[in-house]
């Protein structure tokens, strides 16, 4: 099949990673501090999961895409510059891992120019990129963010490789995620809630999810969390995972917003 991308590449795959920490309880539960041990699954990431992830990628030269919470920056700048020396992407994640779905409109925007602000002054440079925290917009968002010079969205599930998405503000692309293609329904359990996959599961499941975009020419798109994939048992599944691909030719890792540009450029459909 001739796929979707141009010249000789046949797959693009695309690795994000959502930098929450302990913003995603925090946001749940004003009472959080109360709760260290739930505390504490989020603290993994930022103390030792991001940089088991930054070492990884940098051992196998691979650029991927961070999006981080506002808060989170403030209290890693330090990560958040070595993701940038890296070579990788840092895009918006709300404040505090706020769902703009729970926001009304003045709120959304506030979270939006706040998060801007924020990543823009550790990086000196605006995010184009724009993840909703807990993949869940409002009729609003998309017109948001165009209004704000985004490049493109990460939160619908409308297709399986990127596609255009309108907003009364302009267009932008999507480059779209899947429950299938994120760690955290397989991995995440706390006191009876949630699940618990096996390592070994999860990378045969996203085996297949990459033999499917490869057969196909189209995109490979995952989404992971420093807290859930940093885990070692979890860490080997990606390296793994890297490993397969790579044994494929015609294949490019590349960021969200280098892909989301050349979509643009292009005009792709
Ligand atoms: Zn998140």
Known sequence: MAGIWPGGIKTVVLLSFDFD?????????????????????????????????????????????FFVPGWIAERNEDTVRRMVSDGHEIGHHGYMHEPPATLDPDQEQAVLDKGIDILEGITGQ???????????????????????????DSSLMGHDAPYFVDSPNGRLVELPVSWALDDYPYYVFNRGMGSMNTPADVFEGWRLEFDGAYQYGSAFILTMHPQVTGRLAKLMVLERLIQYIRSHSNVEFMRHIDVAQRWTETGMA
């Open 21 to 65: 920490g302990t913003s995603i309880m925090r946001y749940r539960d004003p009472d959080a501090e109360n709760r260290p041990t739930a505390l504490s699954i989020g603290e993994f990431g930022p103390r030792v999961g991001v940089h088991r992830i930054l070492d990884l990628l940098e051992r196998y030269e691979i650029p991927a895409s």
């Open 126 to 152: 605006r995010p184009l990129g724009y993840r909703s925290p807990s993949w869940d917009l409002t009729e609003h968002s998309l017109g948001f963010l165009a209004q704000r010079g985004f490049v493109y």
